[in-house]
């Protein structure tokens, strides 16, 4: 209720600020029996990292996991699952500035306002650190999906600023997307953005842009009518990232400016299997997946943090200068796509359970 | 967990098929001694109904609410509200083409793939019915934030197909929205989205839009971190409405394209008070209010049924024509304004009393 | 939040005062496919009705059930079912006496307390006329429990005031306990308990009992381990029914007197399946069914509502006479069996439920 | 919803096995700004833990509580708390045996069956070890009660076997509780109970009991109707301890042999305010507390290991007989005191949040 869980079968806490002891989840309602290692959970950690490229922010971040429980044998056992990445790199004297000031589109006022008061330790529970518990738990449910359901999620950066990717969703390939630093799989495209990025940060500036998210083989039927529509729950996942100010499912904003008889996908038969042609649905309807890809797009403003001088207000209400000191990311995007994968993994799975409590019978796939 | 509650303190579950014995909803969660009665409700279902003007479909649909619990000498009493609305006009013989085909852009598929089965007359618990008892909970909402709180939340038709509003969502009034039947508060927008959907219907065909959201006076401090952020929710409550395909809170999808030092909102102080200029965030920072007006653009497919002849495939795989028979709207956004403005009232209202929870008053004791 | 739903897969919210609209059940969750009619629901509310008997009030209630959605051509449709029941017989001049009292034992007071204002016609939410609606959901649980899982529960009246029944909850059957209007299978024990309440009766007085449940042939492998135990969720959901004053499984507080050399339950091999001696557990270990029966009791208080002359407080904190007018029922566990059943099945289905979305695999009885 | 969660808002989740990792909780929902220190909530542990007295078991368990985020500058930030004991002692030798039994009354087979594995080192997740979790998380729940609301909650040892304690609930202070290693604040009782454990543990065999706990100064006005009645949630949360089997509030089994005009509680004004006599009720009407002491008794069972040699089965389905090894508790009555403490704070704490949520106050809005 707090805002702290995610899921409600596959269900997830997360706790832990920036510069507190730990970052950690639990995940209640895992199945039992699945193989998972820290290792495989750390592989998934590393690609949201930070100081992975010159590209990305060289903070000396402890990223190690820890297994604490649920896990037995090698095998998850059914019981809550405890991931834990303890802090590190606690300096109290780095944090005078912090306490004193509000940072423009931080959210340091708002959690001084709704608290009374607020870890100003890094941005306390506000940091971006917090991710790194979504990413742990996603990298779980993404490993249930791919090896019981052959369920697979791909994302990657399709904008950065006004630069895009031409590659169609439906050709994209895991191994493209991890080819060079950006995590566009169009390298055409990712070498222009690499610039405009190397660009922006001499500037002491940040850039925003957009991931592009494909969920491939999901069944069809999974996703809950009325509320809890497939599209629904993966909109709210991905608003919930920090930085995130946009999502579109299908053919989205464009989508309004269409008509019906261009915009309505034809179902058809091939080879004798039931297909939806155009997919302009974007793999769900009333809700529910009808076993098409489904895609999606997330927009993600620059980040605050920028070097160049601000005019802000302090605790006390007063006009003050703010000077960011330290390295800053000029671009998220990147290390943003193992998060929007791990939301995706978490709602998908989430799903699959809830489906599969109604039901006990098994699921096809489309085709 | 199937799908048919939202909210968490201020929570409705709703029921009914367009064509069952009735469509309701029960608000549990509604504090005591709110004033209301059902012709408040029934002002904002009738935003919401069919048959409002040439321009919407003219079904003869059962829109008249009654209140059967919950609210004792008119007012509420902590206890569960329901609101029913009785379907009216059953007619079987309508229903046998429906029977057995899956309409192009409709639920049918995914409900019969999901359940096995389906309620085919008009859309069943698919059908925008549906919509009618969120927009009653929502009134309830509405009502409560705006005497207790002097919340004002204020949705309109901001763009059909390419057809924009010109108007600043800081400037629109109540009545220039109610002042024409596309419920768009630019008279001149207005005009000439009235002549192309008019061109739409006779051509039949539908046509999709964007519908802006504006809520006023929001105190700071409402919404939850993480996960259960105001724009998160406000997303998915969004996204839950039938053939909506893309949210942005703020700067959104265009602030993917903006650098830092453009993107972040100052903090001023004006008249003693804290202020933030710019407000690219769209009214919230870390996931909770700043105070400032709340703002989002909601993207409407166009809908699905089409008075053009299409191609689709029958229950049993055949390949077969559908010809649209009756009445339809050719763009379903002035209808939907109703219900942008109940999704949000809803969420606000849930998120008001999720706040207040933590927060202490005194109670008394006994002796 | 609000108290007004139970149940998470399974789950109902009812909705509903003793003299408002209507009281009604909105079950979210219940699987599609399954055979349902009004006459099978009514049955079970006809056990729960007053007028039974000269034993049980004769007020002239409304049990009269309607199926306003979610059930379509016979067969639940997986979407939200809506119970209703009318209320009939509303006369204000009724209720002058009560608005200014808070009667002994009843909730008047607290909710006056708690909500500020109540619906003080017959007792308002806090009628007995709210269990209508559990018993009208839990029939669908039952029925479906019955016929997928073979799953038999069967609740009985087992004391009045001192008196005893002595058969064996391993031997009783359905037709033993629907015999007699106690609804107590040792009919030498119904005779007396017969006898017993004519005379508290005639005394203007009322008696408290307790009511035992066996339920049978449930897989071992249901429950939740730590909180939500099998004996926690029962446990729950009888302490919820109106007037219940206490719980125990298996040994109960007998257990409390008894050492682990005698209350440890033996596993043996039987015929060449795993079975458990003794069954002191009752039925569940670790939370979790064993396969064995499941058998509770389940104690309830004397009704408040009395005939003789009581000393209470008004509205005003005046000392006052209170005198009862009207019938009331002076033991009300004939009608209390029905809740009892109803409620064990909407908690044993729900952990059905809740089991199956964590196992894609058939379940199987123990023997 | 795999039921490691208890509480709505003041919502913990569990994590851990008696030999994994670690024990765990994350508190989420627990308001800002109240003290808390690692040394306060080791006081709560402390009580619970093994090896106090020569009537406790001697294992050398690890208790030490660590507190590892949500908790700043000695105050809690309105953020997740997680609280963790790190184990130890893990000899993988000593598992051997328990590897391949099915212990009489303990949860092997249950959870074996379930998730078709089980963590076997000690009982796994289904070790009372678990409970430790528990208490830390009650300890934070406890303060900001008996701080904010001067709430108190005492539970005591009532009765070991069939030995009772006579001392009359309402004049019970912590100080009498404390003062015996047994827990019960009649110190007549307390030594008779001391002489029998003593011969329960030299016959290599435990013994039950039975804990009453009085919670005392609880505004009127808590909990909510129908479902989640206050005196439902308190059972449910007392049923969930591992080896209860019973639950009575007020009058409890005792209330279903006494007729209505002897149990129901007459209304007073004492100097001016409302009282209730007798208390029968126990602290409730209609689910929600009267502002007069809540109270309750818990039936424990006596714990499952004992010395004695047992007839059981093996995992392969054999006959084998089991031998405990090690040292156990006869009794663990005193033990569960501080469980039963943190069980009904953090019930009273939920329900404090829940009613607080619906009752506005005013928020200021920015300017």
Do not use: W
């Amino acid at each position: 209720m707090a805002g702290s869980s995610f899921g409600k079968l596959f269900k997830i806490t997360t706790c832990g600020e920036s510069h507190g002891g730990a970052v950690g989840v639990i995940i209640d309602g895992c199945p039992a029996g699945l193989d998972i290692s820290e290792i495989e959970i750390q592989q998934e950690l590393d690609r949201r990292k930070p100081g992975q490229s010159h590209l990305t922010t060289s903070r000396n971040e402890q990223d190690s996991i820890h297994i604490l429980s649920g896990v037995f044998e090698g095998k998850t056992t059914g019981t809550p699952i405890l991931l834990l990445s303890y802090n590190a790199d606690m300096r109290p004297e780095d944090y005078e500035t912090l306490k004193k000031v509000y940072r423009p589109s931080h959210a340091d006022y708002t959690y001084q306002i709704k608290y009374g008061r607020r870890d100003y330790r890094g941005s306390g529970r506000a940091s971006a650190r917090e991710t790194l518990a979504r990413v742990a738990a996603g990298a779980i449910a993404k490993k249930y999906l791919k090896t019981k359901l052959n369920i697979e999620i791909l994302s990657y950066v399709e904008q950065v600023g006004s630069i895009f990717s031409e590659i169609d969703y439906k050709t994209v390939r895991a191994e493209a997307i991890e080819s060079n630093i950006i995590r566009c799989p169009d390298l055409n495209a990712a070498e222009k953005m690499m610039s405009f990025i190397e660009e922006i940060r001499n500037n002491g500036d940040s850039i925003g842009g957009v991931i592009k998210c494909v969920i491939r083989h999901v069944p069809a039927g999974l996703g809950e009518p009325v509320f809890d529509k497939l599209a629904a729950d993966l909109g709210k996942a991905m608003l919930s990232i920090n930085a995130v100010k946009g999502f579109e499912i299908g053919s989205g904003f464009k989508g309004a400016t269409m008509r019906g008889s261009e915009h309505n996908d034809p179902f058809v038969i091939e080879e004798g299997n039931l297909k939806i042609k155009t997919n302009h649905a974007g793999g769900t309807l009333g809700g529910i997946s009808t076993g098409e890809d489904i895609y999606f797009r997330v927009a993600f403003k620059p980040v605050s943090t920028i070097s160049q001088i601000q005019h802000t207000v302090s605790l006390a209400h007063d006009p003050m200068l703010l000077e960011a000191t330290g390295r800053h990311d000029p671009c998220v995007l990147p290390r943003a796509v193992p998060i929007v994968d791990a939301m995706s993994a978490l709602v998908i799975m989430d799903h699959f359970l809830r489906h599969n409590a109604f039901f006990a019978r098994p699921l096809k796939n489309n085709g």
